[in-house]
């Protein structure tokens, strides 16, 4: 096993990892981001037990499991190196790695893709503005930094052939109507996968207040998927 592991703070054994394969999931805490209907207000608070590694390690070989997705929280604020030692000890089982980012650390990004084969960009608005009232303890260059991270994705889906990559956006009104969709279109290029996520109520959601926010209902699902549909060739819906 290798040394400056980073803690792991949740584990599933098998679940809809956030892309479209089930996969065994593994959390790392904390977020540099405050999105108020995050469903996982406990590892972005580190509020969770650490789990041990080797437990993982176990199922994913018993099981001959083909992908371990990680997630979190914000799994790029880790220490680099301390990630770098995670996917190369999750490579040494066996399975292919997938990650799930905000995108918010491009550099950290660009040193660790070369590790994953598939990795899930939040794009959760165009406007800065919502960004800057989603920062954590410190202020980003939020969507400079999601633009780069975009790009660095994109050329290394053109280098690779082990290597994919879809652009999230989760429905959440206050941030995304059909206008933002819109906006965010122009970012999308046509080629990209677009995966609109329904904005779903949690136990542990981050902001209690996001439980008064009554989400899109079938129709206005619809409507914001044809508008999306107009920027990009393959959008797709999930959780809907």
Not at 28 to 55: Q, S, W
Not at 201 to 207: A, C, E, F, T, V
Not at 224 to 235: G, L, M, T
Request: glycine fraction near 4%.
């Amino acid at each position: 096993m290798r040394d400056n592991l980073p803690i792991i703070r949740g584990f599933n054994k098998t679940s809809e990892a956030g892309f479209d394969v089930f996969a065994t999931s593994i959390f790392l805490g904390g977020c540099n981001l405050r999105c108020p209907y995050c469903m996982n207000a406990n590892l972005v608070r580190k509020k969770t037990k650490k789990i041990d590694i080797e437990e993982i390690k176990q199922h994913v070989i018993n099981e001959k499991v083909g992908w371990v997705m990680i997630s979190g929280g914000e799994p790029t604020i880790t220490e680099e190196s301390s990630l770098i030692a995670l996917l190369e000890e999750i490579k040494s089982w066996g399975c292919k790695i997938g990650m799930s980012t905000n995108g918010t650390n491009p550099e950290t990004l660009r040193q660790i893709v070369p590790h994953l084969n598939y990795v899930a960009l939040d794009m959760k608005s165009a406007k800065n503005e919502d960004y800057d009232n989603i920062v954590g303890d410190e202020k980003l260059l939020i969507m400079n930094n999601v633009y780069i991270s975009q790009s660095i994705l994109a050329v290394n889906k053109l280098k690779r052939k082990d290597f994919d990559f879809e652009i999230r956006t989760t429905l959440f009104p206050p941030f995304i109507n059909q206008a933002a969709i819109a906006e965010i279109g122009t970012l999308i290029r046509k080629s990209d996968k677009w995966v609109l996520q329904q904005f779903r109520h949690s136990k542990n959601m981050l902001d209690e207040n996001a439980l008064n926010i009554k989400p899109y209902d079938e129709n206005e699902v619809k409507e914001i998927v044809d508008v999306a549909k107009r920027f990009c060739n393959n959008v797709t819906l999930r959780y809907v």
